[in-house]
């Protein structure tokens, strides 16, 4: 399987393929034709870059113009792992797979099927989470077939991912460390390793990382941040300590790691569901829960 995933992408064709985060939807990233397939599949602008994922930090490398220090002690922390570090990119990573910024995205997933399927392509591979645009990101193969189905020329079922949201995504490339987007992550254990960074709290304001929409990540069903009935109708109330009179209760992990693990399954079972809406009681403040309320900020009506 692994064999044929691999040639398929060296044909330029379009694979879905699991990583601890989420499903990505992969192309060979030095593959300009490949890549707009992506944008075609998933319906997304093509002013959002895509992120590259490697299976070394050589090929990293070859992929960007300049590495600094910080770049090497934050793969020697983190990769493989839900990291992406955005640096100068090289000549030769397609201007379609960065929408035009001089900056690339990459990341090594710390999967093995990843993994393997980077070394038998021999190429990085360029993919999005394997959701069309605005959609939840997929954490199994099944919610990739239900989202593009026929669309991709295989996927890859790797089981339910383990960290169930997208990677941190930090940038390198310009004077000072900055946050793009959290993740599981946290801008504790990055500053652990590299000093003090900046945080864009209100990313879509500042515009700082493109393709951060702010609707975004959202389940079909109408999603509010709240502890109290939020309008008419049935719906269902996501707690992690008590329910809420008047929804239909489910019961969330307590603990951020594995709340993050089952967030994007939960929200795709209640679309299925047919609620009216989707109540979520706010999670607790602290850094380790900040890339899962960025996630529900972001799926949420306001
Ligand atoms: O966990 C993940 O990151 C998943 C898996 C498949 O690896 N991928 C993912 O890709 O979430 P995507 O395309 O849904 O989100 C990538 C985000 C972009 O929306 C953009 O905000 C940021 O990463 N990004 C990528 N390249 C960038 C660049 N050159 N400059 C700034 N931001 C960039
Ligand atoms: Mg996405």
């Known amino acids: 399987m692994i064999e044929r995933a691999a040639s398929i992408l060296r044909e330029g064709g379009i694979v879905a393929f699991p990583t601890e985060t989420v499903y990505g939807l992969g192309a060979n990233a030095l593959n300009a034709q490949a890549i707009q397939k992506i ?3 998933k319906g997304r602008p093509s002013t959002s870059p895509l992120i590259v994922h490697v299976n070394s930090v050589n090929m990293a490398k070859e992929l960007v113009t300049d590495w600094p220090e910080a770049a090497q002690r934050l793969v ?11 640096l100068p ?27 393997k399927l980077i070394e038998a392509a021999g190429v990085p591979i360029a993919a999005p989470s394997a959701n069309r645009f605005m959609e939840l990101s997929p954490t199994t193969a099944e ?3 239900a989202s ?16 169930g949201i997208e990677s941190t995504v930090l940038s390198l490339a310009g004077p000072k460390p900055v946050l793009l987007r959290p993740g599981m992550i946290t801008q504790a254990q990055i500053e652990a390793v590299i000093g003090p960074i900046v945080t864009t709290v209100n990313i879509t304001e ?83 829960w900040a890339g899962i309320l960025d996630r529900l900020k972001r799926a949420s009506v306001r």
């Not at 201007?95 to 900056?103: P, S, V, Y």
């Not at 189905?149 to 960290?163: E, Q």
């Not at 959202?218 to 008419?232: G, I, K, M």
């Not at 299925?272 to 999670?283: F, K, L, N, T």
């Open 39 to 41: 944008y075609e599949i």
């Open 76 to 86: 020697d922390a983190f990769w493989p792992g839900p990291l992406t570090l955005v």
């Open 89 to 115: 990119k090289a000549e030769q990573v397609p201007g379609e797979l960065t929408a035009g910024l001089g900056t690339v995205g990459i990341r090594m997933p710390a999967h093995q099927l990843a993994l």
């Open 143 to 145: 919610h990739v077939w």
């Open 148 to 163: 593009l189905g026929d669309r991709v020329d295989l996927i890859l079922d790797g089981g339910p991912t383990v960290v």
């Open 206 to 288: 500042a515009h700082a990382s493109p393709g951060l929409h702010d609707r975004h990540y959202a389940p079909r069903t109408p999603l509010y941040l709240t502890t109290t009935v939020p309008r008419e109708g049935r719906g269902i109330y996501l707690h992690h300590t008590v329910p809420l009179a008047g929804a239909h209760p489910r019961m969330m992990p307590s603990e951020a790691g594995r709340y993050a693990a089952v967030l994007y399954d939960v929200l795709h079972e209640c679309d299925q569901e047919g609620w009216d809406w989707i109540a979520v009681e706010p999670p607790a403040e602290g850094v380790e």
